[in-house]
């Protein structure tokens, strides 16, 4: 009997967690590499600079925030992505994603959701960067 409310103390915490962050954005496979530094992307060389790239479901907004670390973002949101006018976006501010249908609000910095009706935070995209390079990939 103890054995099984050790396992049952061990075990459904995770079950309970894994909820939120099992994401209802589909898994899409992607890997490619940009150059901050082209003219191209001239509003990744600031802090807080941002751009929208093609790729994932809805596109992709990677944001630069620091000199060595970027995030990147699919720009459907949860809640609504299935929807053709829905395209995620970044706020005024340069804090936020709002969604331009549903309007859920995200944090830039991690993509945890902040307010409206969405329940799950944006899909997230791996990135690394050398000092060059910047690969965002799944």
């Known amino acids: 009997m103890k ?4 396992f049952l103390i061990c075990v459904l915490p995770l079950l309970v967690c894994c909820d939120i962050y ?4 589909p898994y899409v496979k992607i890997d490619f590499v940009i150059y901050p530094n ?5 509003r990744l060389n600031t802090y807080g600079g941002y751009e929208y790239l093609t790729g994932g479901v809805n596109g992709i907004i990677v944001y630069r925030i ?9 720009r459907a949101c949860p809640y609504d992505y299935e929807e053709n006018e829905s395209w995620l976006y970044v706020a005024p501010d340069g804090l936020r994603l709002i969604d331009s249908l549903c309007g859920s609000t995200y944090n830039i910095l991690d993509g945890m959701q902040l307010g409206g009706p969405t329940k799950y935070p944006c899909r997230r995209y791996n990135t690394r960067f050398d000092g060059v390079r910047l690969r965002i990939y799944s």
């Open 22 to 25: 099992n994401n209802p954005v």
């Open 66 to 74: 620091d000199e060595w670390n970027f995030n990147a973002f699919d």
């Open 3 to 6: 054995k099984i409310i050790v």
């Open 38 to 42: 082209d003219v191209q992307y001239y």
